[in-house]
């Protein structure tokens, strides 16, 4: 399931290269992503995006919407928004990668807090912490966070 804000992204997005009808925008979202929005989700969406005042729509029965200057301006914040996107994306994937070492983890932390030994729990969580503080950018000595 994709979510909102990615089609509310990609509507926007398509309209500054001029008006389209919601048939339009979906035929468009497959052509380029591979992905058709249900009319469940594209019909409100455009209704929420006008109620906005970010697209208007021009035209009888099937309108033609096209953005506004306040619909640029959104526009203009998501794309500002995409490379944090990215950031986010890339920290997923390198967590995703060190699951395993995670796993771990919790296993070392659980039998050290089960048996007492506070020393060693704390060791490893100022590893942990080191650990974190590299993989978000961070110089990784430790000392952050106690």
Do not use: C
Request: glycine share 12%; proline share 5%; aromatic share 6%.
């Amino acid at each position: 399931m994709v979510g909102r804000g990615f089609l509310r992204y990609w509507v926007l997005r398509l309209l500054t290269e001029g008006p389209r009808t919601g048939y339009a925008l979906a035929k468009e979202l497959e052509a380029r992503l591979g992905w058709r929005p249900s009319p469940g989700s594209l019909y409100p969406l455009l209704s929420a995006l006008a109620e906005q005042g970010l697209i208007v729509p021009s035209g009888g029965k099937r309108p033609r919407w096209r953005l506004t200057p306040a619909g640029e301006a959104a526009l203009a914040e998501l794309e500002k928004g995409k490379e944090e996107w990215k950031a986010v994306a890339n920290l997923l994937a390198s967590a995703a990668r060190n699951i395993p070492a995670f796993r771990q983890f919790l296993r070392l932390a659980g039998r050290a807090l089960a048996s007492g030994k506070t020393a060693e729990l704390e060791e490893l969580l100022a590893h942990a912490n080191a650990q974190l503080a590299l993989l978000l950018g961070g110089e990784g000595d430790g000392s952050r966070g106690r």
